[in-house]
């Protein structure tokens, strides 16, 4: 079964920066690229950015452009999302998603548990 | 970046009732529209995807239908598991945009 298991809740204050863990099992990991995705408390999905699994190969929001950097270690069937000068309004439930079907055309399934990331001084 | 716009923002139904939810984006996507269910404390689960293929698992009152710009996800007979909200999501072009959501509740 594909099960995606991220690590879990993170502190921080503001100005720091928060590595999140996403652990992969149950298919090729190299086959599938891996999305993440924010959710802010109460608020609707954000897409930040995706990385290909196969070849390393990047997509970022704009946004987020130049304070996220995802990674992955196929060796660990592991992707990272690293967020950096966070801020309040960081704060937030961050998924990782594999993305299924046609490259940049595709869906979400499954996605990991989610991590809570609390910005606070 | 392409605008999802999703309606109700939240509606209130009973047991058997049918439910329609929208979702229009501001330009044209094929049919690259996904529709999730997520409840409260948990992750997105992934119903729906190229606008009407049903994911594995997932119960055949749930349907989708569209193409172009406008879609919607409709619960024929609506059950006690099926309160959650329900998010759409365009994956025509990059990046991938949600809706805000609709929130189903009980009437």
């Known amino acids: 079964q594909v099960h995606l298991v991220q690590s879990g809740p993170e502190v921080k204050k503001p100005g720091a920066s928060v590595k999140v863990a996403c652990k992969a099992s149950g298919y090729t990991f190299s086959s599938y690229g891996i999305s993440w995705v924010r959710q802010a408390p109460g608020q609707g999905l954000e897409w930040m950015g995706w990385?290909?699994?196969?070849?390393?190969?990047?997509n970022y929001a704009q946004k987020f452009q130049g304070r996220v950097t995802v990674t992955t270690d196929t060796s660990t069937t592991t992707a990272y999302m690293e967020l950096r000068s966070l801020r309040s309004d960081d704060t937030a439930v961050y998924y990782c998603?594999?993305?299924?079907?046609?490259?940049?055309?595709?869906?979400?399934?499954?996605w990991g548990q989610g991590t809570l990331v609390t910005v606070s001084s | 970046d392409i605008q999802m716009t999703q309606s109700p923002s939240s509606l209130s139904a009973s047991v058997g009732d049918r439910v329609t939810i929208t979702c229009r984006a501001s330009?044209?996507?094929?049919?690259?529209l996904n529709w999730y269910q997520q409840k409260p404390g948990k992750a997105p689960q992934l119903f729906i995807y190229s606008a009407s293929n049903l994911q594995s698992g997932v119960p055949s009152r749930f349907s989708g239908s569209g193409s172009g710009t406008d879609f919607t996800l409709t619960i024929s007979s609506l059950q006690p598991e099926d309160f959650a909200s329900y998010f759409c999501?365009?994956?025509?072009?990059?990046?991938?945009?949600f809706g805000g959501g609709t929130k189903v509740g009980i009437k």
């Open positions: 990385i290909s699994t196969y070849n390393g190969n990047t």
């Open positions: 998603a594999r993305e299924v079907g046609a490259i940049d055309r595709g869906w979400f399934d499954p």
């Open positions: 330009q044209y996507i094929s049919n690259n």
């Open positions: 999501h365009q994956s025509y072009t990059t990046p991938p945009t």
